[in-house]
């Protein structure tokens, strides 16, 4: 043992000063601090949103005054602009009429509640929408899931057809709120969460349920209409393979219904159902009609949880649609587009169930065309809601002449578009886990609901991605001698009082030195504890977090568990380089009695003495022991560590409750302790030998 000089000794204090000033001073706070700090902080978000609603109202007819002007000014300078922006939202308000009809059959509504609602999807998040151009307008994703609100035989088969609209119409009011919530508490960002994989089995899931939805168009006809069913069966089919043929070449569905009209019924006499004798339809504008509220407490159970369920489908398509044109675009994305987006869809949506419309979101398929036709403004989109309405009010008489089986044709060219055929070459080539994901999310769309699909890909994409980072932590491990100082400081007891620690006492000692690289958390905490050996380590334990990171509980509790087993036998395990955040997780949950005896704020205190120490490499699960020559240990630690049958190493349970140790620390002691706890961090501090031995 060497004794310290009274100089050196003296900076080595003022070194420990510098070093508690490189964290700032940690307290815990009393238990229950949480529940002001979050009324203070809900108070805060309350205060925040209001303020921003208030300007937004103050400043409304300004700012509309001045970009209704900027408008005029531009289209008027850029006439041609406005022209393409016309022509292309009536390009694709084409395009979604047979569309918004064949999905008013799949969820079983008239054919003019799926217009209106697109009209009002489209009108709306044209004007309000986080993204110019995009289009939106009742959609599949929320079609498969309505229609468990409007069949006979579903959820709702205890009401009366009228009754179950009536609430599926209200469903949709809530909807509209809830995805408006999800915009003020900017949910959006949730949206990155979501793997690839998991989307590419949402499309399919959903691919696969339109697909489903329109096999009923060749399975059965209606007798009176129809007298010879299989002539009629084969009539459905040739019409929907014409439609698939034309629509697949020139995007139009025209000809589809020409061809049933023309062919079948005046060259072979047979006909197909069309939407009048399906539904008719008026060409009357919509009209407001608040729906009744559902009184018992399982419709309301009922309607909760489809709204929250269309709310999520349906944002996060709007959400994935916004991000795809962006990247058409080449824009930059913004999440308070999505946000955006998210609000504009829920009052579309609340909207919707106000006027007796089914709903929708975005539509993917129509956005893409709009911007590759070179719309880059809110005209073509709001447009096309315009041009909607026009064609309900106008063309109504036209509309009900479409073949049922022009519009099957539609949707399975929809059906083609949705479904990633990329999924084969994953399944082929790609790792099992997305493989795995992929099928897994499609199955549960299929035949469960595409909102838990999308959550169990989530899910499963994270726990695959903990195991994968348990599994990458390592370490480097070298065992030699190094020499340790016990530093001197002060500190105060319960009453006050300062004490000082003895100072200057330094050994050489037998040091294992632990560079653990990589984040320790508790899909990895096993594997960072099996690089330890209670029997075979010396009995001084050093543990390098500069290439590491604390994540969670579990490894805090790892290491706290790994202190513990050494210090029963002797040992001691000091912990150098923690980062900022690895610093704050140990001191908010980790026990402050240990860890003020073990943390080393700077990793060049600890200096090997020479290369003598033997340096291996240590992956995670390894059990790495020392092969360089300890000191024997006394016997009175062996007698009271070891005893006959090797190291004790297990956990007592208290008998009673008031046995366990949170019931035994008082409030005020631990207060305290943590008041002073950066003053005690710094217990050993390692210097060069050779500095030594030069003075």
Same mark, same amino acid.
């Given at each position: 043992? $060497?004794?310290?000089d ?9 070194a ?17 601090a949480f ?34 002007t900027?408008?005029?000014v ?9 022209? *393409? ?11 979604? !009429? ?15 509640? &799926? ?5 009002w ?8 929408? &986080?993204?110019?151009g995009?289009?939106s307008?009742a ?10 609100l409007?069949?006979? *035989? ?6 009366t ?6 609430v599926?119409? %209200?469903?949709?009011?809530?909807? &509209?709120?809830? +995805? ?21 089995? %949402?499309?399919? =899931? ?7 939805? +329109? ?5 059965t006809?209606d ?8 002539r009629?069966?084969r009539?459905? #089919? ?16 025209? +000809?589809?219904?020409?061809v049933?009209?023309?062919?079948f019924?005046?060259a ?13 339809m008026?060409?009357s504008?919509?009209?407001?009609d ?5 009184s ?26 916004l991000?795809? $044109?962006?990247?058409i675009?080449?824009? !930059? ?9 998210l ?6 949506n609340?909207?919707? =169930? ?17 911007i ?14 315009i ?23 539609v ?29 897994m ?18 899910? %499963? ?19 030699k ?5 016990r ?14 620690d *003895? ?18 958390? #508790? ?16 009995q ?15 490894a ?6 790994i ?5 029963k ?37 600890l200096?090997?003495?020479?290369? &003598?120490?033997?340096v ?12 360089v ?11 009271s560590?070891l005893g006959?049958?090797g ?16 019931f ?8 305290e ?16 030998v050779?500095d030594?031995?030069?003075?």
């Amino acid at each position: 043992m $060497c004794s310290a000089d009274p100089n050196e000794q003296t900076k080595d204090k003022d070194a420990i000063g510098n070093q508690t000033t490189a964290y700032p001073s940690r307290e815990r706070d009393p238990f229950f601090a949480f529940i002001p700090q979050l009324a203070k902080f809900a108070g805060r978000l309350i205060y925040h949103e209001l303020s921003i609603a208030k300007n937004a109202v103050v400043s409304a007819p300004s700012f509309t005054k001045h970009y209704l002007t900027d408008t005029v000014v531009f289209y008027k300078n850029s006439p041609r602009t406005l022209y *393409d922006e016309i022509i292309s939202g009536f390009t694709v308000a084409i395009m979604q !009429v047979p569309e918004s009809i064949a999905f008013s059959f799949v969820a079983g509504v008239p054919p003019l509640s &799926g217009l209106q609602a697109t009209f009002w999807m489209a009108t709306i998040t044209g004007i309000f929408g &986080g993204k110019p151009g995009m289009i939106s307008g009742a959609a599949g994703a929320l079609a498969v899931v309505v229609t468990d609100l409007t069949i006979d *035989d579903g959820v709702l088969s205890y009401l009366t057809t009228d009754e179950r609209l009536n609430v599926l119409y %209200f469903t949709m009011i809530i909807c &509209g709120f809830a +995805q408006i919530l999800f915009a003020w508490f900017r949910l959006a960002v949730l949206v990155r969460l979501i793997p690839e994989t998991g989307m590419i089995g %949402f499309m399919n =899931g959903l691919a696969i349920i339109i697909f489903m939805a +329109q096999l009923p168009a060749f399975q059965t006809c209606d007798a009176e209409r129809m007298a010879d069913i299989p002539r009629g069966a084969r009539a459905n #089919f040739s019409d929907t393979s014409a439609c698939l043929y034309v629509y697949g070449h020139h995007e139009t569905f025209s +000809q589809g219904t020409l061809v049933e009209h023309t062919l079948f019924r005046m060259a072979f006499g047979i006909s197909t159902r069309t939407v009048s004798e399906t539904a008719p339809m008026s060409g009357s504008p919509p009209i407001f009609d608040w729906p009744t509220i559902p009184s018992d407490p399982k419709t309301i159970s009922i309607v909760i949880q489809y709204a929250l369920t269309l709310a999520a489908i349906g944002g996060v398509e709007s959400v994935l649609t916004l991000q795809a $044109c962006n990247e058409i675009t080449d824009t !930059v994305p913004k999440m308070a587009d999505s946000n955006q987006e998210l609000f504009a869809q829920g009052l579309a949506n609340l909207v919707s =169930g106000m006027f007796r419309a089914m709903g929708g979101d975005a539509m993917i398929g129509q956005s893409t065309i709009n911007i590759m036709n070179g719309a880059r403004h809110r005209v073509s989109s709001t447009m096309s809601g315009i041009f909607m309405l026009l064609f309900i009010i106008a063309l109504s008489d036209f509309i009900e002449l479409l073949p049922v089986a022009t519009l099957t044709g539609v949707l399975f060219m929809v059906v083609l578009s949705t479904f990633q055929w990329k999924t084969f070459n994953i399944l082929r080539y790609g790792r099992l886990s997305d493989s795995g994901v992929i099928v897994m999310v499609t199955l549960i769309a299929v035949f469960f609901n595409l909102a838990v699909a999308i959550a169990a890909g989530i899910v %499963f994409s994270a726990l695959v991605n903990a195991w994968d980072s348990g599994s990458h932590i390592d370490a480097d491990v070298a065992v030699k001698p190094m020499l340790v100082k016990r530093n001197g400081h002060v500190f105060k007891d319960e009453k006050g009082v300062e004490h000082a620690d *003895d100072a200057g006492d330094e050994e050489v000692v037998m040091v294992k030195y632990v560079h653990v690289k990589g984040s320790i958390f #508790f899909g990895s905490a096993r594997h960072f504890i099996n690089m330890f050996s209670v029997t075979n380590d010396p009995q001084t334990i050093v543990i390098d977090f500069k290439d590491a990171l604390i994540i969670d509980h579990s490894a805090v509790a790892a290491i706290g568990g790994i202190t513990h087993r050494f210090a029963k036998v002797g040992k001691r395990v000091l912990l150098i380089n923690l980062p900022h955040k690895s610093h704050g997780r140990l001191h908010r949950t980790g026990d402050h009695s240990i860890l003020k005896k073990q943390i080393i704020l700077h990793k060049d205190e600890l200096v090997a003495v020479e290369q &003598g120490g033997k340096v291996v490499s240590a992956s995670a699960g390894e059990d790495v022991s020392g092969e360089v020559a300890e000191e024997k240990k006394t016997e009175s630690i062996h007698s009271s560590y070891l005893g006959d049958s090797g190291p004790v190493d297990e956990y007592h349970t208290p008998k009673d409750l008031q046995d366990l140790q949170m019931f035994k620390a008082g409030a005020k002691s631990v207060d305290e302790e943590i008041d002073h706890l950066e003053d005690v961090q710094g217990t050993f501090v390692v210097h060069e030998v050779e500095d030594k031995k030069d003075t």
